[in-house]
Nanobody, 124 residues
Framework: QVLLVESGGGLVQAGGSLRLSCAAS????????MGWFRQAPGKEREFIAAISLRTYYADSVKGRFTISRDNIKNTVYLQMDSLKPEDTAVYYC????????????????????WGQGTQVTVSS
């Protein structure tokens, strides 16, 4: 069993920054890819970023968001800069399956464990 706990969400003005953290426990963290997704009200959950041997980003956040990981702390981060109101959503981290495929091939089904989510609200 893997436990993922997100933190760092909150309310920020447009143009501001937040850093989300996702602390993982329960397996060899460094061995598996990790991802961030988000779900806005009334919309489907969407891929944001992933990290394995390299990083992957959705076009909507490329150049503004940065995913990173600290394998000593078993934590993955999402640095979010130049935030926009349309970034408002619940953000989830997820741990990839052993059969994980990188985007665009892979999707939500390539992730085995999910955190509870953290709310990010960007005001205009």
């Amino acid at each position: 069993q893997v436990l993922l706990v997100e933190s760092g969400g909150g309310l920020v003005q447009a143009g501001g920054s937040l850093r989300l953290s996702c602390a993982a426990s329960g397996r060899i963290f460094s061995s598996y890819p990790m991802g961030w997704f988000r779900q806005a009200p009334g919309k489907e959950r969407e891929f944001i970023a992933a990290i394995s041997l390299r990083t992957y980003y959705a076009d909507s956040v490329k150049g503004r968001f940065t995913i990173s990981r600290d394998n000593i702390k078993n934590t993955v981060y999402l640095q979010m800069d130049s935030l926009k109101p349309e970034d408002t959503a619940v953000y989830y981290c997820a741990a990839g399956r052993a059969t994980w495929r990188p985007p665009p091939l892979g999707g939500e089904r390539d992730y085995e464990y999910w955190g509870q989510g953290t709310q990010v609200t960007v005001s205009s």
